[in-house]
């Protein structure tokens, strides 16, 4: 059975490619960056490296005896000094030069769909270097490109939660968000299919007035939507370029630009946005019970 090296494991969705791998009986190597991280990996593995992927001495040998590497490595929002280009370009390129330095025959790698059209985009451009090169590589690779995850729209559902939910355009744009679960049943399956590259969504396609209102719906709440003109979104973006930090308008600018284009591709898997804002309206309501029967301090 091949060994797979897993890079990003301690987000949303590299928790869950560490869970499909390990049901599938591949053994594997977890990298983590810090000491703590390593704790919840060991019912998968005992085979835990540290290391930076910024740092490419930290990895040296991180790919020996492997054959197999993936990688959700990537950030969100910039911060503490670190830029997409040191992590989703970088760190990646680090990760890959250690793999074929190691001899590992596949690397698998979590892109963006659409990327290739959105290169101009900070939160994308990165990501679109590191996909040129790993093509450029000798090493096989699988790119997997997915659409919107549901926790990315988990802002939807605070903001209904809040009252109102401002959406650019008229709402008619649609999507086919995944869940982190099935996309990572889907990635293991293209890895074991040797696909090259494909973009991959969830069963559902679903208009973004669909989803506010769905958001609306599993709170109990009267749908209470405002639409902003595509003018002024895309007038605002260039001014936050502008004026704002990157790692401000980065994540919005990448907000903006996929709300106001259909964002549909290939549907794969069995769970719906539906079921996901279910269980967080009910996580919401565990927590909200937990703060009220704290001890209040006297």
């Known amino acids: ?32 960056r810090k000491e703590e991280q390593a704790g919840q990996f060991r019912i998968f593995t005992d085979d835990i490296r540290l290391g930076q992927v910024t740092q490419r001495e930290t990895l040296r040998g991180v790919a020996e005896g492997v054959d197999a590497v993936f990688s959700a490595v ?6 503490d000094g670190i830029t997409y280009q040191d992590v989703d370009y970088g760190g990646n390129s680090n990760l890959l030069k250690e793999s074929i330095s ?25 990501k679109e270097r590191f996909v040129d090169e790993l093509k450029s590589s000798p090493i096989r690779h699988t790119i997997v490109r997915p659409n919107g995850f549901f926790s990315d729209l988990l802002e939807l559902l605070k903001m209904a939660r809040n009252g109102r939910i401002y959406l650019p355009g008229n709402g ?95 549907q794969y898997g069995d769970e719906t946005l539906e079921e996901f804002y279910l269980n967080a309206v009910r996580e919401m309501s565990s927590n909200e019970d937990d703060l009220m029967n704290e001890p209040q301090k006297v």
């Open 1 to 32: 059975m091949k060994k797979i090296l897993i890079a990003g494991a301690t987000g949303t969705l590299g928790r869950e490619l560490v869970r499909e791998l390990h049901e599938r009986g591949y053994p594997l190597r977890i990298l983590v």
């Open 74 to 79: 990537g950030i969100t929002r910039q911060k």
């Open 102 to 126: 190691a001899g590992a025959a596949h690397f698998v790698y979590i892109a963006s769909l659409n990327g290739e059209e959105m290169r101009e985009l900070k939160m994308i451009e990165a």
């Open 172 to 266: 008619s744009y649609k999507v086919n968000p995944i869940s982190t679960k099935d996309l990572a049943l889907v990635v293991a399956d293209m890895f074991e299919g040797k696909v090259d590259e494909e973009g991959v969504g969830g069963p559902q396609i679903l208009s973004q007035k669909e989803i506010a209102e769905m958001a609306f719906r599993v709170l109990g709440k009267p749908a209470k939507i405002t639409y902003l003109p595509e003018a002024l979104v895309t007038a605002a973006t260039k001014v936050m370029r502008l004026f704002t930090p990157i790692s401000v308008y980065g994540p919005l600018e990448f907000f903006f630009t996929v709300s106001t284009r259909d964002m549909i591709t290939e």
